[in-house]
Nanobody, 122 residues
């Protein structure tokens, strides 16, 4: 039974930084190299894709976060990260990590999802 647990959300002032973590457990060998992604959902809006790590060294970012956010992982520890800097009020959303993703890198179809963590930028 695979579980993804996010942490690191919170409130921050505009221009500040946060790092989200996503711990993956209950998975099999090699899962540290799964394609993974981060999504976010702002109040009253649909869930949007943020970034993808394809598991073999290539990352992709949405235009709104490119240059400010960085997706990474510690494959041995099975932890995913989303480093966010230069935060803006429009980055306020619930952020979700997802793993075992397939398909288009900018709209991946992911099998496993975390419960979400709130990020508020004021």
């Amino acid at each position: 039974h695979v579980q993804l647990v996010e942490s690191g959300g919170g409130s921050v002032q505009a221009g500040g930084s946060l790092t989200l973590s996503c711990s993956v457990s209950g998975n099999g060998d090699g899962s540290g190299y799964w394609c993974s992604a981060w999504f976010r959902q702002a109040p009253g809006k649909e869930r949007d894709w943020v970034a993808t790590d394809n598991g073999v060294g290539t990352t992709y970012y949405g235009d709104s976060v490119k240059g400010r956010f960085a997706i990474s992982r510690d494959a041995r520890k099975n932890i995913m990260y989303l480093q966010m800097s230069g935060l803006k009020p429009e980055d306020t959303a619930i952020y979700y990590c997802a793993a075992l993703c397939r398909g288009q890198w900018d709209s991946p179809d992911c099998t496993y999802w975390g419960q979400g963590t709130q990020v508020t930028v004021s």
